[in-house]
Nanobody
Framework: QVQLVESGGGSVQAGDSLRLSCAAS????????LGWFRQAPGKERDFVATISWSGGITSYADSVKGRFTISRDDAKNTVYLQMSSLKPEDTGVYYCAAGVLAVGPGSTYAYWGQGTQVTVSS
């Protein structure tokens, strides 16, 4: 079992930056692909960014390319999402996820955190 806990969310102004963190416990993440997904109010949960279990493959939703960066620190069992130039449409609950040998957004992610709220005001 992997337990995931997100942190770093908050309320910011458009154009600001935030860094989300997701710390894992229960098992090392070295064999897990990791991802960030978000759910905006009234919408389904969507893929934001993923990083493969090896760290060599990253994928981003078109809406965040060039603004968000996903990274992982296996020594700390943590995945990050650096968000810059935030827009109001980035508002939502951000969830991190982990999946054994996952490589991208189409992989299966069996473990999910509880989410952290990000609110961007114009």
């Amino acid at each position: 079992q992997v337990q995931l806990v997100e942190s770093g969310g908050g309320s910011v102004q458009a154009g600001d930056s935030l860094r989300l963190s997701c710390a894992a416990s229960g098992r090392t993440l070295r064999s897990h692909g990791l991802g960030w997904f978000r759910q905006a109010p009234g919408k389904e949960r969507d893929f934001v960014a993923t990083i493969s279990w090896s760290g060599g493959i990253t994928s981003y939703a078109d809406s965040v390319k060039g603004r968000f960066t996903i990274s992982r620190d296996d020594a700390k069992n943590t995945v990050y999402l650096q968000m810059s130039s935030l827009k109001p449409e980035d508002t939502g609950v951000y969830y991190c996820a982990a999946g054994v040998l996952a490589v991208g957004p189409g992989s299966t992610y069996a473990y999910w955190g509880q989410g952290t709220q990000v609110t961007v005001s114009s």
